[in-house]
C-alpha cells in the first residue's frame, strides 16, 4: 500500500476552496447587527420607563389646623368655616366620617364627609361654638381619608364663655425670654406682665408652650393671680375717709379737740389708702408699675426652637392673648 497516497490531501473544487475565510467576516457582521439591534431595543425600553406616568399622588389641606374663637357671649354662637382640599395632582381624595365634636362645638352644613375630591378641588364644612356658661373649652375632630400620608388629620378647637357686657382683661406682655432668644437652658422660668381688668375680675392665666409656632393642640398650664378688686377698694375708701373728716369738722366746729380727732382720721385713711393702692399695683397693670407673673418650665429639649404665649382670662369668661414669642434651648 502507498501511503504516501493516502497521506495526499483532496482538493475541493475551485469554488468552494475560500468558504471557510468568508464566513469569519459574516460572523462578526453578523454579531454587530444583533448588538446594535439589542441597543435600540433596550433604549426604546428606558425611553418606555421615562415616559410612564407617575403613580397617583394623593395630598390631604385642611385649612385651618386651629380655631380659636375667642370670647363668645353665653347662649350666643360663632362660626368658623373649615376647607378640606386635595392638592394632589392625579388622584382623587375620599373623605370618611367627620366626628368628634362635644358640647358647646357642633359642627354643621358638612359638605366633606364621605365624599370625593378630585385633584385640585376642595369641601368646607362649618365649626360653631355656643357657650351656655362661662369659662374655657376645648375640643378635637378627626377628618378622616385614604392619604396614606395623612390619614386622620386632627383639628384643634378653644373658645372662651363670657358673660354679655364683660370687659376682658389686657393683653399680656411677654417679658422674658425676649422673643427669639437663644442658648436658653432646659430649665427656664417664663416672665410676662400681669394684667389688669377693668372690672375688677380676678384674673388668671394660661400658659402655652411648644415646638409648633401656632401652637396647635397644646395642653395650656394654669397659673393662679390675686384679684384686681382692691385697687378699686382703695378709691373707694379713702374719698370715704375724706369726707368723714370733713363732717367731723364741719358738724363738730373748729374745736382742738374735734380737730385733732379728725387729723387722726384723715392720717388713719391716708395711710390705709397708700397701702391699698400699694396692692392694687400689686394686683396688675401694664403701666409702669405692672408687677410680673412667672413660671418655670423644666424638662425642655436641648437644641430646639420653642414658641410660647400667654391666655389672661378674668372670672367671668374673658380672654386676651400675648403675642406669640419664641426661644432656642442650648
Keep these: 500500500m502507498d501511503l504516501n497516497k493516502c497521506r495526499t490531501p483532496s482538493k475541493l473544487p475551485a469554488g468552494r476552496q475560500n468558504m471557510g475565510k468568508s464566513r469569519k467576516p459574516a460572523s462578526m457582521f453578523y454579531l454587530i447587527g444583533l448588538t446594535g439591534i439589542l441597543v435600540i431595543l433596550f433604549g426604546f425600553q428606558i425611553n418606555s420607563y421615562g415616559n410612564l406616568p407617575p403613580p397617583p399622588a394623593i395630598d390631604i389641606s385642611v385649612d385651618p389646623l386651629t380655631i380659636d374663637f375667642c370670647n363668645v357671649d ?15 395632582e392625579n388622584a382623587e381624595l375620599t373623605i370618611g366620617t367627620i366626628t368628634g365634636t362635644d358640647t358647646p362645638f357642633s359642627i354643621e352644613n358638612d359638605y366633606c364627609s364621605n365624599q370625593t375630591i378630585v385633584p385640585g378641588g376642595n369641601c368646607t364644612l362649618e365649626v360653631w361654638f355656643s357657650p351656655a356658661a362661662t369659662g374655657s373649652f376645648n375640643d378635637t375632630f378627626d377628618i378622616p381619608s385614604d392619604d396614606p400620608d395623612k390619614e386622620i388629620v386632627i383639628v ?18 411677654l417679658v422674658y425670654p425676649s422673643n427669639g432668644s437663644t442658648d436658653m437652658p432646659t430649665t427656664l422660668t417664663l416672665e410676662w406682665g400681669e394684667s389688669t381688668d377693668s372690672d375688677g375680675d380676678t384674673v388668671t392665666y394660661k400658659v402655652y408652650i411648644g415646638t409648633d409656632q401656632e401652637l396647635t393642640c397644646v395642653e395650656p398650664m394654669m397659673v ?36 385733732k380727732i379728725g387729723f387722726f382720721i384723715m392720717i388713719v385713711m391716708f395711710a390705709g389708702g397708700l397701702l391699698l393702692s400699694s396692692c392694687g399695683n400689686g394686683g396688675g397693670g401694664n403701666g409702669d408699675d405692672t408687677t410680673s407673673i412667672t413660671y418655670t418650665v423644666s424638662g425642655l ?5 420653642y414658641y410660647w404665649a400667654v391666655v389672661a382670662e378674668d372670672s367671668r369668661g374673658g380672654e386676651t392673648s400675648s403675642s406669640v414669642g419664641s426661644f432656642t434651648t442650648r
Design 224 to 259: 393662679s393671680s390675686v384679684s384686681n378688686s382692691a385697687s378699686y377698694t382703695f378709691a373707694s375708701v379713702y374719698p370715704t375717709g375724706i369726707i368723714a373728716l370733713f363732717g367731723i369738722v364741719t358738724i363738730g366746729g373748729l374745736s382742738r379737740k374735734r380737730e
Design 74 to 88: 353665653i347662649n350666643s354662637s360663632s362660626e368658623w368655616t373649615v376647607t378640606v382640599s386635595n392638592e394632589g
Design 301 to 305: 429639649s436641648s437644641n430646639t426652637q
Design 156 to 173: 384643634c378647637l378653644t373658645g372662651s364663655g363670657m358673660i354679655a357686657g364683660n370687659n376682658p382683661p389686657a393683653k399680656p406682655e
